[in-house]
Protein backbone atom coordinates (compact mmCIF):
# COMPACT_ATOMS: atom_id res chain seq x y z
CA UNK A 1 0.00 0.00 0.00
CA UNK A 2 1.01 3.77 -0.67
CA UNK A 3 -0.04 6.61 0.89
CA UNK A 4 0.71 10.01 -0.96
CA UNK A 5 0.79 13.30 1.12
CA UNK A 6 0.97 16.94 -0.54
CA UNK A 7 2.20 20.24 1.09
CA UNK A 8 3.12 23.93 -0.42
CA UNK A 9 0.07 24.37 -1.87
CA UNK A 10 -1.69 28.23 -1.09
CA UNK A 11 -2.53 31.67 -2.59
CA UNK A 12 0.03 33.46 -4.59
CA UNK A 13 0.12 36.36 -6.90
CA UNK A 14 0.21 35.99 -10.63
CA UNK A 15 4.10 35.82 -11.43
CA UNK A 16 4.89 34.08 -8.27
CA UNK A 17 6.39 31.10 -7.27
CA UNK A 18 5.52 28.01 -5.15
CA UNK A 19 6.97 24.43 -5.04
CA UNK A 20 4.62 21.63 -3.67
CA UNK A 21 6.14 18.33 -2.38
CA UNK A 22 4.65 14.49 -2.52
CA UNK A 23 5.40 12.75 0.68
CA UNK A 24 5.40 9.05 -0.27
CA UNK A 25 5.11 5.98 2.35
CA UNK A 26 4.79 2.40 1.59
CA UNK A 27 7.14 0.36 -0.53
CA UNK A 28 7.81 2.84 -3.03
CA UNK A 29 10.51 2.50 -5.89
CA UNK A 30 13.02 4.36 -8.05
CA UNK A 31 11.76 2.88 -10.92
CA UNK A 32 8.18 4.40 -10.08
CA UNK A 33 6.91 6.76 -11.76
CA UNK A 34 5.93 9.70 -9.30
CA UNK A 35 3.98 12.57 -11.26
CA UNK A 36 1.40 15.81 -10.55
CA UNK A 37 -1.76 16.23 -11.70
CA UNK A 38 -4.57 18.73 -11.42
CA UNK A 39 -7.98 19.59 -12.01
CA UNK A 40 -9.91 22.85 -12.20
CA UNK A 41 -13.56 23.21 -11.10
CA UNK A 42 -15.18 22.53 -13.96
CA UNK A 43 -12.55 20.58 -16.16
CA UNK A 44 -11.03 16.98 -16.37
CA UNK A 45 -7.94 16.04 -14.10
CA UNK A 46 -5.13 16.66 -16.43
CA UNK A 47 -1.61 15.95 -16.33
CA UNK A 48 1.31 17.99 -15.28
CA UNK A 49 4.42 16.69 -14.96
CA UNK A 50 5.76 13.18 -14.41
CA UNK A 51 9.12 11.73 -13.35
CA UNK A 52 10.44 7.79 -13.83
CA UNK A 53 13.60 6.82 -11.97
CA UNK A 54 15.72 10.61 -11.66
CA UNK A 55 16.30 11.57 -15.15
CA UNK A 56 13.52 11.23 -17.86
CA UNK A 57 10.71 13.74 -17.03
CA UNK A 58 7.43 14.86 -19.32
CA UNK A 59 5.99 17.92 -19.16
CA UNK A 60 2.49 19.40 -20.43
CA UNK A 61 2.97 21.99 -23.00
CA UNK A 62 0.97 24.78 -20.79
CA UNK A 63 3.88 24.12 -17.74
CA UNK A 64 6.54 23.55 -20.01
CA UNK A 65 9.88 26.21 -18.99
CA UNK A 66 7.85 27.56 -15.83
CA UNK A 67 7.45 24.28 -13.57
CA UNK A 68 10.43 21.59 -12.71
CA UNK A 69 9.34 18.36 -11.59
CA UNK A 70 11.91 16.36 -9.07
CA UNK A 71 12.20 13.75 -6.65
CA UNK A 72 14.42 12.23 -3.57
CA UNK A 73 14.44 8.50 -4.15
CA UNK A 74 16.26 8.62 -0.36
CA UNK A 75 13.12 10.37 1.12
CA UNK A 76 10.53 9.03 -1.33
CA UNK A 77 9.37 12.44 -2.17
CA UNK A 78 8.33 14.13 -5.30
CA UNK A 79 8.69 18.04 -5.79
CA UNK A 80 6.98 20.49 -8.54
CA UNK A 81 8.73 23.75 -8.47
CA UNK A 82 5.90 26.26 -10.28
CA UNK A 83 7.56 29.62 -11.60
CA UNK A 84 6.03 32.55 -13.27
CA UNK A 85 2.35 31.52 -12.03
CA UNK A 86 -0.65 32.11 -14.26
CA UNK A 87 -4.23 32.39 -13.14
CA UNK A 88 -4.78 29.72 -15.41
CA UNK A 89 -2.53 27.41 -12.98
CA UNK A 90 -5.32 27.48 -10.31
CA UNK A 91 -6.34 24.16 -9.57
CA UNK A 92 -6.36 21.53 -6.84
CA UNK A 93 -2.47 19.85 -7.35
CA UNK A 94 -2.76 15.95 -7.36
CA UNK A 95 0.38 13.82 -6.21
CA UNK A 96 0.29 10.37 -8.08
CA UNK A 97 2.10 7.65 -8.16
CA UNK A 98 2.14 4.57 -10.92
CA UNK A 99 3.28 1.11 -9.60
CA UNK A 100 2.85 -2.18 -11.47
CA UNK A 101 0.05 -0.93 -13.08
CA UNK A 102 -1.99 1.18 -10.53
CA UNK A 103 -2.25 4.70 -9.55
CA UNK A 104 -1.94 6.11 -6.15
CA UNK A 105 -3.24 9.53 -5.21
CA UNK A 106 -2.78 11.97 -2.41
CA UNK A 107 -5.83 14.12 -1.25
CA UNK A 108 -4.59 17.00 -3.57
CA UNK A 109 -3.29 20.62 -2.22
CA UNK A 110 -5.00 24.02 -3.68
CA UNK A 111 -3.15 26.36 -5.36
CA UNK A 112 -4.58 29.96 -6.07
CA UNK A 113 -2.76 32.59 -8.51
CA UNK A 114 -4.76 35.62 -7.87
CA UNK A 115 -4.69 38.41 -11.11
Known amino acids: QVQLVESGGGLVQAGGSLRLSCAASGRIFSADVMGWYRQAPGKQRELVAA???????NYAASVKGRFTISRDNAKNTAYLQMNSLKPDDTAVYYC?????????WGQGTQVTVSS
Open 51 to 57: ITSGTIT
Open 96 to 104: NVKKFGTDY
